[in-house]
Every structure is written in structure tokens, then in C-alpha cells.
């Protein structure tokens, strides 16, 4: 199966400053790669995913990006704020799969001081 | 529209104590899945249906079992808690599964902190 690696697994940045949090996968047939964002007390809640055919993917201060050779993606918070406070989890699906499974990264705890 | 909603949100159960833990979508979604989530672990796959009636097995199965009688429920169940599963359980669904394209993302409930003595 597929083997996800996170890191780093805590980040600590100031307000208005970048967070970069990386991951890499094993299986050269995963084709998916989503990015979910868990606060305190619920559930994760997807923010941004990629697909194989693209290399980056923006949405106002997030950003992913794909290296498809080197297999890693990486999230990108630009500008941070304190309400990005949360674990992200990255995850990769294989292509071809009959379920659709994800395979999740463990996790990376993110605080932003004000 | 709730989404993916659990209950119970807390239980506390002692060793041997059976109970069902109970998932409800109401989006329509074919796929339903079950996952376990442990300090430093991640989210890992328990149970998963494809469809109504159907069930097998994720990452982690051993000591739970599942069912999916109606479209829109998903049941695990512990017929014999452990200490070892205590755990915070999450739900979640998707539209359908890879080769659907935009139908795949994974929508999670708020989850069930189970905890056993």
C-alpha cells in the first residue's frame, strides 16, 4: 500500500509570516492528493486538494504544489492568522483504486502566535 | 443539509461492554468509511462500504464490525470493547470513488471520543 510521511509534525510562526508543511508518498500510482484542516474538538475539513496533471493549485492564501519525480507535495499558507491555528493532515489516493482510499499523513500541529 | 452527522459525541464504556456507534449522511454519498484517530497516528481506515449492503475491511478491523442497511447510515460496532480502542472515531462519506473525478473528496463528521476502562 501506500506510505504517507508529514512533516514537520508542530510549526510555530508569527502572524503575517509563511508556513510550509511537506509531505512525501511512496506509490508512483497515487493520483490524488487532498489537504484537510482539523480544529479543536471536530472533524477534518477538506481545503485544498491536486490531482497528478497539475503541478500547483492556488486558492487566496493556500497553495499546493506537486512534484510528481521527486514525489512530495507541499502546503502553502501565505500570510497566516491566528484562525489557521489547526492539525493539517495531508493524504494520497492510488490511482485505480476500487475504494478510494486516502492515506493520511500524521499530522502537522500548526500555531500562529499574534 | 447536516452533512455527515455521529452519535454519540462522548461515551465511556468498560472492558466488554458492547455498543454501536451510529453515522448519518444525508447528501446521497455511496461511499461511507470509518476511521480511528489516535495521538500521533493519523486517521486510520477501519470499515468501508461502497454502497447499500455491502462492507470490508480498512487498516484496522480487529474487534469491530460494520453494516449498512440503509443508503444514508453507517454502523460500527464494538461487541467487546477494549482499553485499546479507546480512540476518537470519525465518520465521513464521499460521492463516489477514483475514476469519478470531482465525485471523490471525503466529507468527515465531528466525530465520537469513546473511551474505554
Known amino acids: 500500500g501506500e506510505n504517507v510521511e508529514q512533516h514537520p509534525s508542530t510549526l510555530s510562526v508569527q502572524e503575517g509570516d509563511s508556513a510550509v508543511i511537506k509531505c512525501t508518498y511512496s506509490?508512483?500510482?497515487?493520483?490524488?492528493f487532498p489537504w484537510y484542516k482539523q480544529e479543536l474538538g471536530k472533524g477534518p475539513q477538506l481545503i485544498i486538494d491536486?490531482?497528478?496533471?497539475?503541478g500547483e493549485k492556488k486558492d487566496q492564501r493556500i497553495a499546493v504544489t506537486l512534484n510528481k519525480t521527486a514525489k512530495h507535495f507541499s502546503l502553502h499558507i501565505t500570510e497566516t492568522q491566528p484562525e489557521d491555528s489547526a492539525v493539517y493532515f495531508c493524504?494520497?489516493?492510488?490511482?485505480?483504486?476500487?475504494?478510494?482510499?486516502?492515506?493520511f499523513g500524521r499530522g502537522t500541529q500548526l500555531t500562529v502566535w499574534p | 443539509n447536516a452533512g455527515v452527522t455521529q452519535t454519540p459525541k462522548f461515551r465511556v464504556l468498560k472492558t466488554g461492554q458492547s455498543m454501536t456507534l451510529l453515522c448519518a449522511q444525508d447528501?446521497?454519498?455511496?461511499?461511507m468509511y470509518w476511521y480511528r484517530q489516535d495521538p500521533g497516528m493519523g486517521l486510520r481506515l477501519i470499515h468501508y462500504?461502497?454502497?447499500?449492503?455491502?462492507?470490508a475491511k480498512g487498516e484496522v478491523p480487529d474487534g469491530y464490525n460494520v453494516s449498512r442497511l440503509k443508503k444514508q447510515n453507517f454502523l460500527l460496532g464494538l461487541e467487546s470493547a477494549a482499553p485499546s480502542q479507546t480512540s476518537v472515531y470519525f465518520c465521513?462519506?464521499?460521492?463516489?470513488?477514483?475514476?469519478?473525478?470531482?465525485?471523490?473528496?471525503?466529507?468527515f463528521g465531528p466525530g465520537t471520543r469513546l473511551t474505554v476502562l
Open positions: 465521513a462519506s464521499s460521492r463516489g470513488g477514483p475514476g469519478q473525478s470531482r465525485t471523490d473528496t471525503q466529507y
Open positions: 506509490d508512483s500510482a497515487s493520483n490524488y
Open positions: 491536486i490531482r497528478s496533471n497539475v
Open positions: 493524504a494520497a489516493r492510488i490511482r485505480g483504486s476500487t475504494l478510494g482510499r486516502l492515506y
Open positions: 447528501m446521497n454519498h455511496e461511499y
Open positions: 462500504s461502497v454502497g447499500e449492503g455491502t462492507t
